[in-house]
């Protein structure tokens, strides 16, 4: 094509597209797009957002030039808004002087996986997930070359063109004096620049097809797009396609997207749409009497019994309602659940099924699970050395469910780094110069085995799972499946696995997964607000007083008070509340929500924080990791060990002593051993040698 062809495209190209920002109305007559360009010099910008179907409306033949031949297109459209802007600006034109039309809404997103070779010089749209970001530069796009020889100072590339690869071009002559020789002097300081970003985006874990890994394509953003976003959000591009040589000699190419516009996805789940059609079934849904037994019975409908744990996910998928206090305080609405039990009891099963409702969940099993996998990592990019943000799991799920499998084979300094994402939903990163705070507002749905392989009823909970204190208080609901024989119930159990095995159809869920997806997406994007009716806060108030007066009835003697129920169960059971509202699409929650709430909150305290020893409830050995009886035995033993360094003069206390002198106050000697070891382990004693213990001041 001739080089007046192509200018006479650019010019055509150029007055369309200003014909239909001068003229296109919306639908309720206004200049749309006149209107915009005004606010765009308001605001001091120098990008003009253009929904493509209001393009495509106005002058289809323009419309597929802009996807078919985005660079002329482009170029041509930035000089159109240039102009009108010159007319409503003049200085503003000036001092500007680069104007972008940016394509939002194409008809089309192409899959990240499904990007090919022909879509190279093409604008598409993709949808994905940003799980790496690299630090923004400053990229020359025209330079200011001075010729030693003539002395003269001029701009390169010549015209409007602009420098496209990452590699600076000289000028193989001297526009001003036609010489070819001497050295071209790069003038920094006049040269023309523009800010400039990569970024890896990812497909979202809906989108990857099961048993594969996900795919990703690096992104490059310039001007205004630089830093709208970070690592974890999810983000819908428009681009260019373009290739990029794998070395310098190379046959082979990668493909990247120069990117042209930027979204991100601000509300939760917005990406999935809900048709007019799926509306009204919802509601339909919603309006059975039953709604939630239907919902809490598809979950996992395969899996025989195990109803309180299948409510507990259904609740979680719901979710309550955050909420921040005008302090600037955030409380968290997503329910956290933890099941630990037996091996063979479905618990990987019903981690399944909740991935599978879920309109959004990142899967992980705790065995090959890091610290940096779960929350983010800071890491060197071998090609420049520079370093990178990279999002992990929890991350990746915000604003979804994080399901984490066999939590109890995690390493400890690993399991240490998901605290801050529980309570504070937040990870924090200060590494190599990278100071960051990245959201990662999703439930946890964890799963694990006890300590010792099997669950022993003889021992508290704390006594039987390998996992820290610090940990299981930020759980809102703890389940433990014990696998103990009974003749009635192991028949039904047999008769029901081989139904599954023999006639699957009998065995269907009672809402259709695709429908429950979509009810639980529609309850957690409209039903926003929760609130609690008179009856269900009194509800809740009384169950907390009453759990709260009982641990004095049961004090005995002296020693640290058991604790039933804290202010951290009391905001579980308002999420608890809400959640269990919102499964039937109500913004108001009534006293059989609350009453729903305090049955399963009882079930998982009167399990989990039963104390087999006083036979009382203290949920207070989730948070410090021993039991009523064990706290007062080690009270107990820091007496001794007090009273014991004053007498010897030493500062210590032996440990024969001390178990000698907690025998005489009758406490069994292997109780206060496990007492000692305890204390020991937990810092508040230390070892001054020949097993000689001092209280840690």
């Not at 289809?60 to 002329?72: K, N």
């Not at 070359?145 to 390169?156: I, Q, V």
């Not at 999810?234 to 190419?253: D, H, N, W, Y």
């Amino acid at each position: 094509m001739s080089e007046a062809e192509e200018s006479a495209i650019q010019i055509d190209y150029a007055e369309r597209f200003r014909d239909f920002l001068r003229n296109f109305r919306d639908s309720n007559g206004e200049l749309k797009y006149l209107q915009r360009l005004r606010r765009m010099i308001n605001f001091n910008q120098s990008s003009l957002i253009v929904d493509y179907p209001d393009l495509y409306r106005y002058d289809t033949e323009i419309a597929e030039a802009a996807v078919d031949d985005p660079d002329r297109f482009i170029r041509a459209a930035g000089e159109a808004i240039r102009e009108l802007v010159a007319q409503e600006d003049p200085q503003y034109a000036e001092r500007k002087r680069r104007f972008i039309p940016r394509f939002v809404d194409l008809f089309e997103t192409v899959k990240i996986r499904e990007i090919r070779s022909e879509h190279v010089g093409r604008l598409v749209q993709i949808d994905g997930v940003i799980t790496r970001m690299l630090p923004v530069k400053s990229k020359l796009v025209k330079a200011v070359f001075l010729h030693d020889k003539c002395g003269g100072t001029f701009t390169w590339p010549p015209g409007g063109e602009e420098f496209s690869e990452d590699k600076l071009e000289r000028p193989p002559y001297c526009p001003l004096c036609g010489e070819s020789g001497g050295r071209f002097v790069l003038v920094k300081e006049k040269s023309e620049y523009v800010d400039y970003q990569k970024i890896v985006v990812q497909e979202r874990p809906e989108d990857v097809p099961g048993g594969q890994m996900p795919r990703s394509i690096e992104v490059r953003l310039t001007g205004d797009l630089v830093d709208t976003a970070r690592p974890g959000d999810r983000v819908q591009i428009a681009g260019v396609v373009r290739l990029e040589p794998t070395s310098p000699k190379s046959l082979l190419f990668d493909l990247f997207i120069d990117a042209n516009s930027i979204r991100v996805s601000e509300k939760e789940l917005e990406e999935v749409s809900i048709t007019r059609e799926d509306e009204e079934r919802i509601r339909q849904l919603a309006m059975d009497p039953w709604v939630r037994e239907r919902i809490v019975a598809s979950v996992a409908p395969s899996i025989y019994g195990h109803w309180d744990l299948k409510e507990a996910i259904a609740l979680l998928l719901f979710g309550g309602v955050p909420k921040t206090l005008s302090d600037g305080t955030r409380i968290r609405g997503d329910i956290h659940v933890l099941f630990i039990g037996d091996p063979g009891m479905a618990k990987s099963q019903l981690l399944q099924a909740a991935a599978r409702i879920a309109p959004r969940a990142v899967y992980t099993s705790g065995k090959g699970s890091t610290a940096a996998g779960l929350t983010a990592a800071v890491l060197r990019d071998p090609k420049t050395g520079e370093w990178y943000l990279e999002a992990g799991a929890l991350v990746l799920a915000d604003g979804g469910v994080a399901i984490i499998d066999e939590i109890d084979k995690m390493r400890n300094e690993d399991r240490t780094a998901i605290h801050e994402a529980m309570e504070q939903q937040t990870i924090s990163i200060s590494k190599a110069g990278i100071v960051a705070r990245l959201n990662a507002r999703a439930s946890v749905l964890a799963a694990g085995n006890p300590k010792f392989g099997l669950y022993d009823p003889n021992k508290s909970f704390v006594d039987n799972v390998n996992l820290p204190p610090t940990i299981l208080s930020r759980f809102d609901l703890i389940f433990v499946l014990r696998d103990v024989p009974d003749k009635r119930r192991d028949a039904e159990l047999a008769a029901y696995v081989l139904e599954a095995h023999t006639s699957s159809e009998k065995i269907a869920p009672e809402v259709d997964p695709q429908l429950l997806r979509k009810y639980i997406l529609y309850a957690r994007r409209y039903i926003r607000r929760v609130r609690l009716s008179p009856e269900a806060k009194e509800m809740l108030k009384d169950f907390f007083t009453t759990m709260r007066a009982s641990a004095l009835a049961h004090m005995q003697g002296e020693g640290p008070l058991p604790i039933p129920i804290t202010t951290r169960q009391l905001e579980a059971l308002v999420r608890l509340t809400e959640a269990h509202a919102r499964m039937a699409l109500r913004d108001e929650a009534g006293p059989e929500d609350a009453a729903e709430a305090i049955r399963i909150t009882l079930s998982f305290l009167t399990s989990v924080g039963f104390d087999v020893e006083t036979g009382v409830v203290d949920v207070g050995m989730l948070a410090s990791g021993a039991t009523y009886s064990m706290r007062s035995v080690m009270s107990i033993i820091q007496d001794i060990i007090k009273e014991l360094s004053q007498e010897s003069g030493s500062g210590c206390a032996r440990r024969k002593q001390i178990l000698d002198a907690a025998e005489s106050r009758k406490i069994p000697r292997e109780k206060a051993q496990q007492a000692l070891e305890k204390m020991y382990q937990s810092g508040l004693i230390y070892d001054r040698g020949n097993n000689c213990y001092a209280l840690v001041p």
